[in-house]
């Protein structure tokens, strides 16, 4: 069984932030921003690349609800979903950071040139 479905189990303990029959969020171990939680889904979905266009229906509602519940929504955020190895993934559970609590930075993504695909 996978990190996440042993924290959704409960198995392996996390501070929960908003929790339904779908989709649970909590908070980041390593927080990357003063606000970092993850959302996903508790079926077992490997990654962004093969969820379905349902399940994001009821995720989309579920970070919106997430930043209110935090009350970040006003001030702004930020969304991210790392997909395989190039893009960062550690957990090969579908999740969705959501970072927020502060003005985030935005900057070179990696050492390649970007303008190489210009
Ligand atoms: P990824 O790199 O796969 O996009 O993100 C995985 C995230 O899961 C990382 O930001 C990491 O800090 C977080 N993480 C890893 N293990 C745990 C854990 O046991 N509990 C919590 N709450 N977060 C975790
Ligand atoms: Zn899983």
């Not at 969020?25 to 349902?54: M, T």
């Not at 970072?99 to 993504?109: I, P």
Request: some cysteine.
């Amino acid at each position: 069984m996978c990190l996440f479905c042993k924290i959704i189990k409960k198995e392996i303990p996390s501070e929960i932030i908003l929790e339904n029959e779908n989709f649970l969020a909590f908070h980041d171990i390593n927080p990357k921003a003063p606000v970092h939680i993850l959302a996903i889904p508790k079926l077992h979905i490997e990654g962004f690349d093969v969820v379905s266009p349902e399940i994001m229906v009821g995720m989309t509602t579920f970070i919106q609800d997430i930043a209110k519940e935090v009350d970040i929504q006003k001030a702004g955020y930020r969304v991210i979903t790392n997909i395989g190895d190039n893009g960062g993934q550690e957990v090969k559970h579908l999740h969705f950071h959501v970072l927020g609590g502060a003005k985030l930075k935005w900057s070179h993504l990696s050492d390649s040139n970007p303008k190489k695909f210009l």
